[in-house]
């Protein structure tokens, strides 16, 4: 028999022998495919151009390489900074930086963590984030760019369970927690965020994301839409969006003047009820008493088998569709609470332990760019049968594709275990992204 070698153990067949090659075997091989969508939408030289490097030019790790590990170590399901002590050998990690980490492996997580908490924590490359991640949407934007931007704005829960830095109760989620505002486009992509206190309300700070974005596609020639639920509900929002020429749906709460105009629609209709609910709609001009002008209403209202009171909800809009399209159009703003929850799921976005809030702002935003890196690979590299697949099933079918990293005296291979990532699929993702035009600039 064969004798066995250190690293190795044998198990119930004599035959079969079990050896560790942690530094050459990955569980993460997909992530080479947003490593190749990084590099074909110039993510480098955003970094470069954004973010400032105060350390002296002989660092061991060039900021490219810490922000890709820390950025694409989210997107591979990592949440702690922890991870990168064991993540610094393998493979896939290693092969997202720059070449000279290829053979010597990524930082450990002392490194990664006073890169975060204080390279990016300064001023400069606090604000470079934001900027970084805008211009990589604006990439894809230039790929394909309709003429009309719809754009939703919501807020979200992060509990913490800590002494961080305003920190706070919120009495709606019940619970200690970061009170985080969030932007996205229709095509998933978050523009802007904002972590705020826990106690802050929904529509706090509204108009520092939406009002420069509104802005921006307006230069670019685009017709601009809005939706917000009932939190956003406010006559400044509507003034300003009026002032800007911005069509918009915003869900408003119930009360009894509302209810008054559509008194005819709330009876149950007489006779036996039917099986399917009742569906009726309603177009009306209301005035609150805030209101320096009237505005159209619209009115849903819903008769359900077995309910004695009819479900209802009222937008106020700007929109000239008919009732039914105002509707429509509006609740198609729940697909933005479900790009949040892929981005607590997913990048886990909701992993903010650190005591400064600037540094869990800072962990917000690469959380952030990661769930945008996700979703741009989604969009632009994903065949379409698979293009509606959720980040985190990218994650389980993709992203953990088994390979082992094999070094030549001239290149390297990685050897991809065929599972869900086939070596079709592969291909062609391959050359769905060398096929995207990038605009220079």
Not at 154 to 176: C, K, L
């Amino acid at each position: 028999m064969r004798a066995k070698s250190r690293d190795s153990s044998c198990l119930f067949n004599r035959f079969l022998r079990v050896a560790f090659q942690g530094s050459r075997v990955t569980s993460n091989g997909g992530l080479i495919l947003v490593r190749e969508l990084d590099e074909r939408l110039g993510f480098g030289k955003l970094i470069d151009h954004h973010l400032t490097d105060a350390r002296a030019k002989n660092a061991r790790f060039s900021f490219a390489d810490l922000l890709r590990q820390s950025i694409y170590s989210r997107l591979a399901g990592y949440e702690d900074v922890n991870d990168a002590e064991r993540l610094s050998q393998d493979p896939a990690l290693r092969l997202m930086g720059s070449e000279k980490i290829w053979d010597r492996g990524a930082a450990l997580s002392s490194r990664l963590q006073t890169f975060e908490t204080e390279m990016l924590a300064k001023e400069e490359n606090f604000v470079g984030l934001a900027r970084l991640n805008r211009e990589l949407i604006g990439k894809a934007e230039a790929i394909h760019s309709p003429y009309r931007t719809v754009l939703d704005l919501d807020s979200t829960e992060i509990p913490v369970h800590g002494e961080q830095e305003q920190s706070a109760y919120n009495g709606h989620f019940e619970s200690t927690c970061f009170h985080p505002l969030l932007l996205f486009n229709r095509d998933g992509d978050c523009l802007a965020a904002k972590l705020r206190p826990g106690n802050v309300h929904s529509a706090e700070d509204w108009e520092e994301l939406l009002l420069p974005e509104i802005e921006r596609q307006q230069r670019m020639g685009k017709e601009v839409a809005f939706r917000a639920d009932a939190a956003f509900a406010k006559p400044e929002i509507y003034d300003a969006l009026e002032e800007q020429g911005v069509k918009y749906a915003i869900r408003i709460p119930s009360n009894d003047n509302l209810e008054r105009d559509i008194a005819e629609l709330l009876p149950r209709p007489m006779g036996r009820p039917s099986q399917k609910p009742l569906v009726e709609y309603k177009g009306f001009l209301y005035q609150a008493a805030g209101w320096k002008t009237a505005r159209r209403g619209v009115a849903k209202v819903e008769h359900h088998e077995g309910e004695l009171l009819p479900r209802v909800g009222f937008i106020v809009t700007n929109l000239t569709l008919p009732s039914r399209a105002v509707v429509r159009f509006y609740n198609k703003r729940g697909t933005a609470e479900q790009w949040i929850k892929e981005g607590k799921q997913a990048v886990k976005m909701t992993r903010l332990s650190c005591h400064r809030f600037r540094s869990n702002e800072v962990r917000l935003w690469l959380t952030v760019i990661a769930y945008n890196l996700g979703n741009l690979w989604r969009r632009l590299g994903l065949p379409q049968r698979i293009g509606n697949w959720s980040l985190t099933s990218l994650q389980q079918g993709l992203v953990k594709t088994g390979g082992r990293l094999v070094k030549h005296a001239r290149y390297y291979w990685l050897l991809l275990a065929e599972g869900h990532l086939t070596r079709r699929l592969f291909g062609a993702m391959v050359q769905r992204i060398a096929a995207l035009t990038i605009r220079a600039g």
